[in-house]
Antibody
Framework: QVHLVQSGAEVKKPGASVKVSCKAS????????IHWVRQAPGQGLEWMGWINGKSGATQYREKFQVRVTLTRDTSVSTAYMELSGLTYDDTAVYYCARLDSNWDLEYLQFWGQGTLVTVSS | DIQMTQSPSSLSASVGDRVTITCRAS??????LNWYQQKPGNAPRLLIYGASSLQSGVPSRFSGSGSGTDFTLSISSLQPEDFATYFC?????????FGQGTKVDVK
């Protein structure tokens, strides 16, 4: 069965960078896009961007364009999300999720367990 | 960006109640609308995709309807495990956007 397992919680200082990993299993990593979504404490869900597992092509939400980098390593079926220039507002749980589709309907069916990133001085 | 507005933001209900949550898009998104359930400390769970298609394994008491700008998620008979927060999400255009969530709690 499909599993997405993310790296553990991180505590970072303002201005630092964080890199979160998302290891996929149970399917061919090259066949799907991986999306990243974050959720600040007690808040809603915010989509950040995606990476194509096969080609490595990416698309980012404009507000994250200059600070986020999505990469992947197909040899270990793992996607990465690196966020730089951290501020207190970046404190959130970061999720990876696999994109699935049915005809032209796209949705996030499988999710990682989430990684809490805390920005604290 | 397409704004997604859910109502109500929260509701109180009892086991066995019929519950309806609405989601409105700021512009037409056809049927590119998904619904997720989230419980505290857990990742979201896909319930409905394409506005009305029930995800495999999701109980049939959940249903979705609508197209264009107005959508609903209904739970025909609320069960104890359904107390959670529900989010709508549009996949019509980038950036994907979510509603602010509707928390369903015990009356």
């Amino acid at each position: 069965q499909v599993h997405l397992v993310q790296s553990g919680a991180e505590v970072k200082k303002p201005g630092a960078s964080v890199k979160v990993s998302c290891k996929a299993s149970g399917y061919n990593f090259n066949d799907n896009y991986i999306h990243w979504v974050r959720q600040a404490p007690g808040q809603g869900l915010e989509w950040m961007g995606w990476i194509n597992g096969k080609s490595g092509a990416t698309q980012y939400r404009e507000k994250f364009q200059v600070r986020v980098t999505l990469t992947r390593d197909t040899s270990v079926s793992t996607a990465y999300m690196e966020l730089s220039g951290l501020t207190y507002d970046d404190t959130a749980v970061y999720y990876c999720a696999r994109l699935d589709s049915n005809w032209d309907l796209e949705y996030l069916q499988f999710w990682g367990q989430g990684t809490l990133v805390t920005v604290s001085s | 960006d397409i704004q997604m507005t859910q109502s109500p933001s929260s509701l109180s209900a009892s086991v066995g109640d019929r519950v309806t949550i609405t989601c409105r898009a700021s512009q037409s998104i056809s049927s590119y609308l998904n619904w997720y359930q989230q419980k505290p400390g857990n990742a979201p769970r896909l319930l409905i995709y394409g506005a009305s298609s029930l995800q495999s394994g999701v109980p049939s008491r959940f249903s979705g309807s609508g197209s264009g700008t107005d959508f609903t998620l209904s739970i025909s008979s609320l069960q104890p495990e359904d107390f959670a927060t529900y989010f709508c999400q549009q996949s019509s255009s980038s950036p994907w956007t979510f509603g602010q969530g509707t928390k369903v709690d015990v009356k």
